[in-house]
């Protein structure tokens, strides 16, 4: 345990040491940042300021996230918040913790939409980060996040309210009875639904099974595409001429997922890859 009057550089050598029985090297450094950037230090604070005490308070929340790492419990719902297309957004175990991936398909999508949309709708909004970046990239943009989770909806709105970004934040299930608010038209629908197959559980860290949400992570065992089916239909009827549909989808069944939005008349379906070469993105344009 870390003791009251460690200075910085004690207190960091005590962060590596304990992480180390964890994480590989590269990750309990980006961890040792984030923790001292969460108690107010910038990375070179303790560089320039070695010997400088924290102070008993800081100490005590230190031990206090150490004890909690050990548990596995992933750094993003211990700080309660991560750092998303430079976003801060409030997390809890009732969401799941956005991934890089997720992040580069909002960067695609911004880069991609020539005028800027006048409707959006996040299918499976969780805590409502693709909305709400997309608000952010696209201001004068009338934005929806759908979600069937009261409680991420609550996330969703914290968020909204954190960030001052006005997003209409709606109750439905894409397996269920649409809200009537939803049907109409929209220039740019994104989803990034459960996707990860029951055969990959055995390959994901216990951290996340352990903690994140288990309905927002794994698709239906009998039939893992049935959301990009609704959401294709639902596209189908509901995307403006010249508007987009951007899916995060399984890096396994990206032809697949593909002929799903072929299937239901879509031409311009496009299958991308993400920055570590996997299947990871659908592009569907209504010409």
Same mark, same amino acid.
Not at 67 to 87: A, V
């Given at each position: 345990?870390?003791?009251?009057?460690?200075?910085?550089?004690?207190?960091?050598?005590?962060?590596?040491?304990?992480?180390?029985?964890?994480?590989?090297?590269?990750?309990?450094?980006?961890? %040792?940042? %984030?923790?001292?950037?969460?108690?107010?230090?910038?990375?070179?604070?303790?560089?320039?300021? !070695?010997?400088?005490?924290?102070?008993?308070?800081?100490?005590?929340?230190?031990?206090?996230?150490?004890?909690? /790492? #050990?548990?596995?419990?992933?750094?993003?719902? /211990?700080?309660?918040?991560?750092?998303?297309?430079?976003?801060?957004?409030?997390?809890?175990? #009732?969401?799941? /913790?956005?991934?890089?991936?997720?992040?580069?398909?909002?960067?695609?999508?911004?880069?991609?939409?020539?005028?800027?949309?006048?409707?959006?709708?996040?299918?499976?909004?969780?805590?409502?980060?693709?909305?709400?970046?997309?608000?952010?990239?696209?201001?004068?943009?009338?934005?929806?996040?759908?979600?069937?989770?009261?409680?991420?909806?609550?996330?969703?709105?914290?968020?909204?309210?954190?960030?001052?970004?006005?997003?209409?934040?709606?109750?439905?299930?894409?397996?269920?009875?649409?809200?009537?608010?939803?049907?109409?038209?929209?220039?740019?629908?994104?989803?990034?639904? !459960?996707?990860?197959?029951?055969?990959?559980?055995?390959?994901?860290?216990?951290?996340?099974?352990?903690?994140?949400?288990?309905?927002?992570?794994?698709?239906?065992?009998? #039939?893992?595409?049935?959301?990009?089916?609704?959401?294709?239909?639902?596209?189908?009827?509901?995307?403006?001429?010249?508007?987009?549909?951007?899916?995060?989808?399984?890096?396994?069944?990206?032809?697949?997922?593909?002929?799903?939005?072929?299937?239901?008349?879509?031409? #311009?379906?496009?299958?991308?890859?993400?920055?570590?070469?996997?299947?990871?993105? %659908?592009?569907? /344009?209504?010409?």
């Amino acid at each position: 345990m870390l003791q009251p009057d460690a200075t910085l550089k004690q207190t960091e050598s005590y962060l590596r040491r304990e992480l180390r029985m964890i994480y590989p090297e590269g990750e309990s450094a980006s961890l %040792i940042r %984030i923790i001292l950037e969460h108690l107010g230090y910038a990375p070179l604070v303790p560089v320039r300021d !070695p010997d400088l005490n924290p102070g008993p308070a800081a100490i005590a929340q230190i031990n206090e996230i150490v004890s909690e /790492i #050990h548990t596995r419990k992933p750094i993003q719902y /211990i700080l309660g918040y991560t750092f998303f297309c430079d976003l801060r957004i409030r997390l809890n175990e #009732h969401v799941l /913790i956005p991934r890089p991936e997720t992040e580069e398909m909002v960067c695609r999508i911004t880069e991609q939409t020539g005028d800027p949309p006048g409707r959006v709708l996040d299918l499976g909004t969780g805590s409502g980060c693709v909305a709400l970046a997309l608000k952010k990239h696209f201001p004068g943009s009338d934005v929806f996040g759908l979600d069937f989770s009261r409680e991420a909806l609550k996330v969703a709105e914290e968020n909204s309210a954190q960030t001052g970004l006005e997003v209409r934040w709606l109750e439905g299930d894409m397996m269920g009875e649409l809200p009537e608010e939803i049907q109409t038209e929209f220039d740019l629908i994104v989803s990034n639904p !459960p996707y990860v197959l029951e055969s990959q559980r055995k390959l994901m860290d216990a951290n996340v099974l352990q903690f994140e949400p288990e309905r927002a992570l794994f698709a239906d065992a009998d #039939h893992p595409l049935v959301l990009y089916e609704r959401i294709a239909a639902f596209a189908s009827r509901h995307l403006r001429p010249r508007g987009s549909v951007w899916v995060e989808i399984n890096e396994k069944l990206g032809s697949e997922t593909a002929r799903i939005f072929q299937n239901a008349s879509f031409s #311009h379906v496009t299958v991308m890859r993400d920055i570590h070469e996997k299947d990871r993105f %659908i592009q569907v /344009i209504r010409l």
